[in-house]
């Protein structure tokens, strides 16, 4: 693969990460884009794209955010959007 097609997966990555975040949770602070264009490894750019699909809150895909290359997995009750549908559906506040 040459350079500039390396290049131009990392920015295909880095929008669609980006699109997802409007996706769901509206207006992006430019400098969480900023962060987001420094990022520079494949593996952490792809669970990030993981992890703005499934966090349940964006204070959660933030957190992820700034353990840069140290995290590898998503895991734990923080990611089950489904939980959090649940506790914000206007029941009686118990969980189902």
Do not use: W
């Amino acid at each position: 693969m040459f350079l500039y097609e390396k290049e131009a997966g990392f920015i295909q990555d880095r929008e669609d990460l980006i699109s997802v975040l409007r996706m769901r949770f509206g207006d992006i602070h430019p400098r969480i884009i900023m962060d987001i264009y420094e990022l520079n490894e494949l593996d952490t750019l792809e669970r990030l794209i993981l992890v703005a699909a499934n966090a349940p809150s964006f204070a959660v895909f933030l957190e992820e955010l700034a353990e840069g290359t140290e995290s590898f997995r998503i895991v734990g009750d923080q990611f089950n959007p489904i939980e959090a549908m649940l506790e914000g559906d206007g029941s009686s506040g118990q969980k189902k």
